[in-house]
Nanobody
């Protein structure tokens, strides 16, 4: 069983930065795809970024502003968020795919473990 715990969320002004962390326990996830999704009020959960091995993938809406990375020694994935906008306000979820190392990385069904989510609020 894998447990994912997010941290680092909070309130920030537009233009500011935050770094989210996702610490995994129960299994080493160095060979697995990890991802961040987010869900804004009244909207469905959407893909933000993923990392497979060391290759990152980003949603167009965050490309150039967000950076996903991983520290395999700590079994942790990060999401550095810069130039934050009010539209980035959402609950952010960490996800892990322990079933495959191929295929898509952009869909909720690609992942079998999820964190509890953490709030990020960007004020204008």
């Amino acid at each position: 069983q894998v447990r994912l715990v997010e941290s680092g969320g909070g309130l920030v002004q537009a233009g500011g930065s935050l770094r989210l962390s996702c610490a995994a326990s129960g299994r080493t996830l160095t060979t697995n795809t990890m991802a961040w999704f987010r869900q804004a009020p009244g909207r469905s959960r959407e893909f933000v970024a993923s990392i497979r091995w060391s290759a990152p993938y980003y949603a167009d809406s965050v490309k150039g502003r967000f950076t996903i990375s991983r520290d395999d020694a700590k079994n942790t994935v990060y999401l550095q968020m810069n130039s934050l906008e009010p539209e980035d306000t959402a609950v952010y979820y960490c996800a892990a795919d322990t079933r495959t190392i191929t295929g898509s990385t952009h869909y909720e069904n690609d992942y079998d473990y999820w964190g509890q989510g953490i709030q990020v609020t960007v004020s204008s």
